[in-house]
């Protein structure tokens, strides 16, 4: 085992003593110029060229990349830019050297099944692109129907479009592609093994209604007695206690909640293809996959907790999504825009970072909050073109395509903006929000009288972790999942073989999550082909080594 250490700038430390160090402690190691220098490569590559295994003591970026692809063999790389002394360095080198000269062995089975947990349109994205490569794939979401909130919006920015009109066609594919296999009501129970061989143990809730006799038709719905408030449409509408989720689900089959479920069994009756099994219970499954991809998603801030804004105590103040709720023709008006009390809205009050960009709660910025606002006001105004729209906000961050032509068009169709975070939001005696804000171009405190004040809540972190045994990907202060390198390596996690899609890993629009679940299939392919190159009994530190990389 021999090694070379780059004089990289970046080390504040005595280098030769590192070298002087690894020397008595038995270990030849040289030292080379910079490798990002021409000269400092040239000698690498001719060191590292001749016989045997090498070691690169670098930062991180002379491995990701790739300077020494034209070896037969390239070196690995140990990053040393967490260390501040040369006694730190080595300490961090010698385990690695030591490690590597007796490796154990092991057989270790390589499956190119992928587990994709979360079914919204990141998941969904990222399944099709790898069953299209020809990988089995298990599509696993908690929800009744994969979807995700992309399915719960009305209308898609920059461009207006109809939201379920997009995303339907692709939740069809994936329902009928034959690589892919629907896991919906599940839960991850445990997660083991390590990339090349994970093994997942899912729960599958049980339904009460057979998957394979129901068609959808909702005959038991229309007989059933139990009312009670529909989750998908944010508590706005009732349902009853066997339903569909909504219209579009996917699959398009019902489901009993037997929490609510008093047993009269009237749906039975009214079910003539039997597929009521009102005895039905939880199923276990056990998958062996080679990758794991989190497409978790996030979860909207509670905006209850800023008391100021009155959230749940004034019936005239409601969130962004429960407005696309509200405007959307499956939603709980048919699309009317109608306050709580059944009254038309004529004007309405958008108010940004509701817990964004607040060192209270989310410090950072959502990033879709401001863009998602505009298309809201742009869609009211299409359901009646005399809506007085107010958009207040902090700074206005329309940075995608298309977002900027967006906002200009806004703002020729008469929408106001108002530089300045409301302090307070009231109730007048008509059942009206009272919005008390600074404006902080023209100056001076003002109030506004609205039919309907809209919070534009933040995004926050997926909620608890996964059950990973081993190695569980790590989260960031935020608590969403932290990826390997920000730069090098945004979709992968520290943890091998376990990628990152969509808002799992930070605040994202629905394009945005496109992409990167794209990309997280491609590096998953890119993984198994580093993998297959390796014979079936494998050295695991190899194996760690290659999925590292």
């Not at 919070?455 to 999942?481: K, M």
Request: hydrophobic share 40%; aromatic share 6%.
């Amino acid at each position: 085992m021999r090694l070379l250490v780059c004089s990289c700038p970046e080390f504040r430390f005595d280098l030769p003593e590192v070298v002087r160090q690894l020397g008595d402690a038995g270990w030849r190691a040289h030292l080379v110029p910079p490798l990002c220098t021409p000269g400092g490569l040239k000698q690498a590559s001719a060191l590292l060229g001749k016989p045997g295994t090498w070691l690169l003591a670098a930062c991180e970026a002379a491995g990701q990349a790739r300077l020494f692809r034209h070896l037969p063999k390239e070196p690995r790389v140990i990053d040393l830019r967490g260390c501040a002394a040369p006694e730190e360095a080595v300490g961090v080198i010698l385990p690695a050297l030591e490690g590597l000269e007796a490796p154990p062995k092991a057989t270790l089975p390589l499956s190119r099944a992928v587990l994709v947990i979360g079914g919204g349109v990141g998941g969904c994205q990222a399944a099709l692109d790898l069953a299209q490569a020809g990988c089995q794939v298990y599509l696993a979401d908690s929800s009744l129907s994969i979807g995700g909130a992309m399915a719960q919006l009305d209308k898609t920015f920059p461009t207006l479009d109809c939201s379920i009109c997009i995303l339907g066609p692709k939740l069809v594919e994936v329902s009928t592609h034959d690589r892919i296999e629907l896991l919906t009501y599940a839960q991850i129970e445990k997660i083991s093994g390590r990339a090349g061989s994970f093994q997942v143990d899912v729960t599958l809730k049980p339904r009460y209604v057979d998957m394979s006799k129901c068609v959808g038709c909702g005959a038991c719905a229309e007989v059933c007695p139990v009312i009670v408030p529909s989750r998908w449409n944010l508590g706005l509408k009732p349902r009853k206690c066997i339903r569909i989720i909504f219209e579009q689900s996917v699959p398009l089959r019902s489901t009993i909640e037997r929490e609510f479920c008093i047993d009269c069994r009237m749906c039975a009756g009214a079910c003539d293809r039997g597929a009521i099994h009102l005895e039905d219970a939880p199923r276990s499954r056990r998958l062996e996959v080679g990758a794991i991809i989190l497409a978790t998603g996030a979860r909207p801030f509670d905006p209850s907790i800023k008391g100021e804004y009155g959230y749940g105590r004034i019936p005239a103040v409601i969130t962004n999504l429960e407005y696309e709720r509200l405007i959307c023709a499956t939603g709980p008006t048919q699309g009317s825009l109608i306050t709580a009390r059944g009254r038309e809205v004529k004007s309405l009050a958008f108010i940004q970072c509701v817990g964004s960009r607040d060192r209270r709660f989310l410090p950072y910025c959502s990033g879709y909050c401001c863009t998602a606002s505009i298309k809201e006001a742009m869609i009211a105004l299409e359901h009646d073109p005399g809506t007085e729209v107010t958009i207040f906000y902090n700074d206005i961050r329309t940075s995608g395509k298309g977002y900027e032509e967006l906002l200009r068009r806004a703002q020729r169709a008469g929408v106001r903006f108002i530089k300045g975070l409301p302090g307070l939001i009231k109730e007048d005696g008509n059942g009206r929000a009272v919005v008390c804000y600074e404006d902080l171009v023209r100056g001076g405190r003002r109030k506004l009288a609205v039919d309907l004040a809209v919070l534009a809540v933040g995004l926050q972190a997926p909620p608890a972790s996964l059950p990973f045994q081993d190695a569980p990907p790590e989260r960031d202060a935020h608590g969403f999942y932290r990826t390997k390198h920000p730069i090098l390596h945004p979709l992968e996690s520290a943890t091998p073989g376990v990628f990152l899609a969509g808002t799992s890993q930070g605040p994202k629009d629905i394009s945005e999550t496109v992409c990167q679940a794209s990309g997280a299939a491609a590096r998953v392919m890119a993984m198994f082909a580093a993998l297959k190159k390796s014979p079936v009994t494998e050295n695991l530190e190899g194996l760690h080594t290659v999925c590292k990389r």
